[in-house]
Nanobody, 115 residues
Framework: QVQLVESGGGSVQPGGSLRLSCAAS????????MNWYRQAPGPERDFVGG????????NYAASVKGRFTISRDNSKNALYLEMNALKPEDTAVYYC????????WGQGTQVTVSS
């Protein structure tokens, strides 16, 4: 079955960096676009960005554009989120996703940005 496992979260000071990873299994990873979402305390899970199958199309939420970079390695079935210039408002649980809001989700990894 589809499994998505995030890692790399943690606590960092404002202005710092983190790199999240998502290990995918149970499906042909290279055949699917993939997404990152995040959820701060509250009901809303917000789109962070998405990447096409061959990495030629990548889009970002306005709030992270220019600071976050999404990449993938199809040979390793892995998705990445490089986060730079982190702000306190980036604090959230970050989720790897396939197929959008009604699709598949990982368990999430906590990112906390605080001084």
């Amino acid at each position: 079955q589809v499994q998505l496992v995030e890692s790399g979260g943690g606590s960092v000071q404002p202005g710092g960096s983190l790199r999240l990873s998502c290990a995918a299994s149970g499906f042909a990873f290279g055949s699917y676009g993939m997404n990152w979402y995040r959820q701060a305390p509250g009901p809303e899970r917000d789109f962070v960005g998405g990447i096409g199958t061959d990495s030629r199309i990548i889009n970002y939420a306005a709030s992270v554009k220019g600071r976050f970079t999404i990449s993938r390695d199809n040979s390793k079935n892995a998705l990445y989120l490089e986060m730079n210039a982190l702000k306190p408002e980036d604090t959230a649980v970050y989720y790897c996703n396939r197929d959008g809001r009604t699709g598949y989700w990982g368990q999430g990894t906590q990112v906390t940005v605080s001084s």
